[in-house]
């Protein structure tokens, strides 16, 4: 194992360094939608609990008025009569203990994060009061931090509830992409939840109701069929009785199921309303613009945060982690911003919220905050990791303390520096701005350089600065296509979703997916349209890819570097031309079984979406099998073997389900093939770019 670099540290005096326009805010006014979310909590605090134990009540009083008032079954009835007469005797107390059973269930102890203390990090709790004084809300009582893409505020337990102790996480991965009036807004947002006293009790409350209704409601069904099992060996009157248990436990579970939804619906609500309240606190402190641009920043640290996971699950079989999974988060987070256009769609923003959505859409609460006429009191630029005494060390440690929670025994594993952990899997920082040199952010395998060694040795010998305009003349005049490429891309597989659950018969929200109606006629015209706008793009884009392939042509012509090194690069360009098409439909055809593997419905035998189902992985598995044949070449990160063979070495050693198997290994070999494809790319991208920078500085 690695040690950690000793790194230092510095100190930041926050009266002395950040300006703040004033010393306290005022306060906005309460909405009416805000008001009326507290009060359906309030509503579903008292009625809730009613419900709940009032079915218990109505269990205690119909044994009670069974054994009483039905004597006739014993008097008349014969055996038969005793066994009707015997079964609520057995049904109802077990209904009681399914009911209480959550009052005996000892709960699960879970790690605290990494506390920072004064001592160890002055600044940032200076800055942290000074927000909440700002804000006139209660100072947090503990501050912890993790690795989670966000910050959160959060009652400290019961007895939190009653002194309003409340503590504040900071996810680690925010603070290295934020500036410091970023931040700001990002911390007051959530001293904003602090500041709303009543609300935090109240959705405490009510989530911890939700919680302990769900712990009866989903409890494993091998509890009931336990309980079943043991009546059930009486013979045929024990089976009797075993079917009227069941039955009861049933409805029983039945009913809760729906006073669970609806006390979640009621407590949504509430908290949608609430992050808006919150979210003007933010605002007030670093504007509104400043809000847009952390909203974005939230949605890219996502992203960047589950990459940076799958990679570190992929490395920890090998024996690797990252030594700060921090900085991977950050350059994985600057990657999904590159690439924000290929993948984000904006239609989702636009949709209303649903009945459980906690949080509003991020256009929602922009177009909320705008409302609002807002003059920042926090203005630095400067990057948020500065408030800390140490923000390398802090991460490293905190990267650490999550592997051992994770059970990982770290000691087993070299702890790798970013560039060396990225090597053969993701481009390293310097990989990214190199390609993006010469590529923009329209680098993909479904489009694919189209450049050759023969086009390397034919480059004619046209000036640097020449080549240079050319391909910034092109890259602007062609940005409308590119974007309307892009958005035809996202738009088809959209569609192809859709289209994917009418065909399984599986219930959606046709506006999820930008439809009227789940129809049929209405997707398939919107598919030509997709169609039709994708090849009006593709032809215009043909001016930028001519104007790339002459400029890396120039620049690869030129270069010092022995073109050995980057000749099986150049070799295998034109075998990803030739299978662009069967990648982008096999990840057309992944991302729509994932679809189907969501529903419920998918796993019931004979039905037509389990059919569906199978029809895809067969399918998928094909497309597997030609993808794999079609790339007898080497690998340009692992020279000791061909493409095909690093796919199959990728491949999941797990025995899942076939559906679920298929699943695994598409995921596996797109994210190889694409993983190869941007190695090959960069190894070009780098070599050009050593050269053009030479040229341009003589």
Request: proline residues 4%.
């Amino acid at each position: 194992m690695q040690t950690a670099p000793d790194l230092p540290s510095h100190s930041f005096d926050v009266d002395k360094e950040v300006r703040f326009a004033c010393s306290e805010m005022s306060s906005h006014p309460i909405s009416l939608a805000y008001r009326a979310g507290l009060i359906g909590v309030l509503l579903g605090l008292v009625a809730l609990p009613l419900i709940y134990f009032g079915l218990v009540a109505a269990i205690v009083y119909g044994m009670y008025f069974h054994f009483v008032h039905d004597l006739a079954f014993l008097e008349a009835g014969g055996f038969w009569g005793f066994v009707v007469y015997l079964a609520p005797a057995i049904v109802g107390p077990a209904l009681i203990w399914f009911m209480l059973r959550p009052f005996f269930i000892k709960r699960a102890k879970v790690a605290l994060p990494h506390e920072i203390k004064p001592a160890d990090e002055p600044a940032i709790l200076e800055f942290v009061e000074r927000i909440c004084d700002l804000l006139r809300a209660p100072r947090p009582k503990h501050i912890y931090v993790d690795l989670q893409p966000n910050a959160g505020a959060s009652v400290n337990g019961v007895r939190g509830l009653l002194r309003r102790e409340l503590n504040l996480t900071i996810g680690l991965p925010l603070v290295s992409v934020l500036s410091v009036s970023q931040f700001g807004l990002v911390l007051a947002h959530e001293f904003g939840h602090f500041a709303q006293g009543a609300g935090m009790r109240l959705s405490f409350l009510i989530r911890e109701f939700n919680e302990w209704i769900a712990q009866i409601a989903f409890q494993p069904d091998i509890i009931e069929q336990k309980v079943a099992d043991s009546v059930g060996r009486g013979g045929l009157y024990g089976f009797v009785i075993a079917l009227a248990l069941r039955i009861a436990l049933w409805l029983t579970r039945r009913l809760l199921h729906a006073v669970l939804l609806l006390s979640h619906a009621i407590s949504c609500y509430s908290l949608r309303q609430m992050e808006h309240d919150a979210d003007l606190y933010g605002a007030k402190v670093a504007g509104t613009n400043a809000f847009a641009t952390v909203s974005k920043k939230l949605r890219w640290v996502d992203d960047g945060c589950s990459r940076a996971m799958q990679l570190v699950e992929r490395a920890a079989s090998e024996g690797r982690c990252p030594a700060n999974l921090v900085e991977l988060i950050d350059a994985r987070a600057d990657a999904a911003r590159d690439y924000d256009v290929w993948r984000y769609d904006e239609s989702a923003d636009r949709l209303s919220d649903g009945w459980f959505d906690t949080h509003p859409s991020p256009a929602k609460r922009i177009a909320y905050v705008n409302k609002f006429s807002t003059t920042p009191v926090v203005v630095d630029d400067r990057p948020a990791a500065l408030l800390f005494a140490s923000f390398d060390r802090l991460a490293r440690e905190t990267t650490i303390a999550f592997y051992r929670e994770n059970g990982l025994a770290i000691e087993n594993f070299a702890l790798q520096e970013l560039d060396a952990f990225c090597n053969g899997e993701v481009l390293n920082p310097g990989q990214r701005v190199a390609v993006k040199r010469f590529l923009a952010n329209r680098a993909a395998v479904e489009r694919p350089v189209s450049l050759t060694a023969a086009d390397v040795a034919n480059a004619n010998g046209m000036e640097t600065d020449r080549l240079l305009r050319d391909w910034n003349l092109a890259h602007e005049q062609t940005e409308d296509a590119f974007i309307s490429f892009a958005r035809a891309r996202s738009r088809r597989l959209q569609l192809l979703r859709a289209q994917a659950l009418i065909d399984a018969r599986i219930r959606f929200n046709p506006r999820q997916f930008g439809l009227r109606a789940c129809s049929r006629t209405e997707l398939a015209d919107k598919l030509r349209q997709v169609a039709s706008a994708s090849l009006d793009a593709q032809e215009k884009l043909l001016v930028f890819d001519a104007a790339t392939r002459r400029r890396l042509a120039h620049a690869l012509k030129l270069s010092k570097q022995n073109p050995f090194s980057f000749s099986h690069c150049l070799a295998l360009l034109p075998a990803f031309e030739k299978i662009a098409p069967l990648y982008a439909q096999t990840y057309e055809s992944f991302v729509c079984l994932g679809d189907l593997l969501a529903s419920n419905r998918s796993y019931r035998p004979k039905t037509r979406a389990h059919r569906k189902m199978l029809e895809r992985s067969d399918s998928l598995k094909t497309d597997l099998r030609l993808l794999a044949s079609r790339l007898q070449l080497q690998d340009p990160a692992h020279p000791d073997m061909t493409i095909t063979d690093r796919l199959a070495s990728r491949l999941p050693s797990t025995k899942l389900p076939f559906s679920q198997q298929i699943f695994l290994e598409a995921r596996e070999c797109l994210t190889c093939l694409s993983s190869t494809y941007f190695q090959c790319l960069a190894r070009l991208c780098t070599a050009a770019a050593e050269s053009e920078s030479s040229k341009l500085a003589s």
